[in-house]
């Protein structure tokens, strides 16, 4: 039981620490001549960790990330940097392959965007700033049938290049055979890069929840809108969730996993969605919500209920500050413990029965009755339950006299 208490423990304060991270440290300054950024790295997320590609297809995944950002969850999914102009950045890319015989891989990085609260890779090898910048090292063969082959991403920034974040796409590509009418069919897959430019540290990333809007999908699931602004200095990634609390009749529900694919770019806003049980009451509800880009993590609530059908209005969201998160989840780790300290200590007295502890408690309790004792307050007039003093040492004597 004390193991118990104590992975009970190690849990929670593992994922507090998780929860409420702080943003990773900034780079050192680089030098104003051309520099390589020579991060120390660590292995990527384990396959198992990522979505693994489908049946007779192919995957692409990040082998190493830097060792100060191997904590940020997406920077294990997305190449994502900040360097300063003139300097240079490699990552390892691992290509799988899961069809039954070789594939002919082309790597390759193209233009990508942020819009529409979307990260939208460009149209076949489109160009820009980034992906000018990059080079994706070819193949040396033929991927073999269930196996993988390594590559190398590269990316030299010039020294004039544009300071703010800029985007793009590594691609793996395989294509068909033309067919009787000379169409293609190509088929890729990509790894996102988000590379921020610029002198000092990252920028920091920020954003804000403006409202929350409830509303009915067309077959009447509800679903709510929170309205998200990018306020930082970064791209963002968002996920997380809602919890409904104080319903009709005090009920609660959730949490609900928001549609993850929201991106959002500096100074961009749009909607990240939750699709809740369509057996929800209408309300109202106390809404809180939790949203996370990376480490960063940002909460809100507001009052909502849900319309019988189409959109509600938009009810302004009110900020939770990150010591009141902690606290929260500080408060809950402290209830946890104590309830499994005390689970603990009654195990060992024997306030359980019916084990050997609990029937002797029992058959000494019915003792002390029999015994004329009064068991009451002392302040009522009684002398407590006999422990300490010449009459409870008796009382316990003749017990264990009798009974063993």
């Known amino acids: ?124 090898e489109t160009a820009n700033d980034l992906s000018s910048w990059t080079s994706v090292r070819s193949l040396a063969a033929a991927v073999p049938a269930s196996g993988t082959a390594m590559s190398a991403l590269t990316i030299r920034v010039p020294a004039d290049a544009a300071p703010g974040e800029h985007f793009a796409v590594a691609w793996a590509e395989v294509r068909a055979a033309p067919d009787a009418s000379g169409v293609v069919v190509v088929n890729r897959v990509g790894i996102r890069i988000y590379l921020s430019v610029g002198p000092g540290g990252p920028p920091a990333a920020n954003f804000t929840i403006g409202s929350l809007t409830a509303g009915r999908m067309p077959d009447g699931r509800p679903v709510v809108a929170a309205s998200v602004h990018n306020s930082g200095g970064r791209a963002l990634d968002l996920s997380g969730g809602l919890t409904l609390k104080n319903g009709p009749g005090g009920l609660s529900a959730g949490p609900f996993a928001a549609v993850t694919g929201t991106t959002l770019a500096v100074g961009q806003t749009a909607d990240v969605m939750i699709l809740l049980n369509d057996r929800i009451p209408a309300g109202p509800w106390n809404a809180e919500l939790m949203l996370r880009s990376g480490l960063l993590s940002v909460g809100a609530h507001a ?102």
Do not use: Q
């Open 1 to 124: 039981m004390t193991s118990i208490v104590a992975v009970i423990g190690l849990v929670l304060a593992s994922f507090v620490l998780a929860s409420f991270g702080v943003v990773p440290a900034a780079f050192a300054d680089a030098a104003p001549a051309p520099s390589v950024v020579a991060h120390s790295v660590v292995p990527a997320a384990a396959p198992s960790v990522i979505p693994a590609p489908a049946p007779d297809s192919i995957g692409i995944r990040l082998a190493e990330v830097p060792a100060n950002t191997a904590d940020d969850p997406r920077a294990r999914l997305y190449i994502i940097d900040h360097v300063a102009p003139g300097s240079t950045l490699t990552r390892k890319i691992e290509i799988s392959n899961t069809s039954s015989s070789a594939a002919s891989v082309a790597v390759y990085a193209a233009a990508a965007t942020i819009s529409g609260g979307a990260f939208v890779g460009a149209a076949g």
């Open 303 to 404: 009052t909502i209920t849900f319309p019988e059908r189409g959109v509600g209005v938009a009810t302004p969201a009110e900020s939770v500050p990150p010591w009141v998160m902690i606290a929260a989840i500080a408060g809950t780790v402290a209830a946890l413990l104590l309830a499994a300290a005390l689970i603990v200590r009654a195990w060992r007295v024997g306030w359980f029965g019916p084990g050997a502890r609990g029937a002797r408690f029992g058959r000494f309790a019915r003792f002390v009755r029999g015994s004329g004792w009064h068991g009451g307050r002392p302040e009522h007039g009684g002398r407590g339950f006999p422990g300490h003093g010449a009459r409870g040492r008796g009382v316990r004597a003749r017990y264990r006299r009798a009974h063993g």
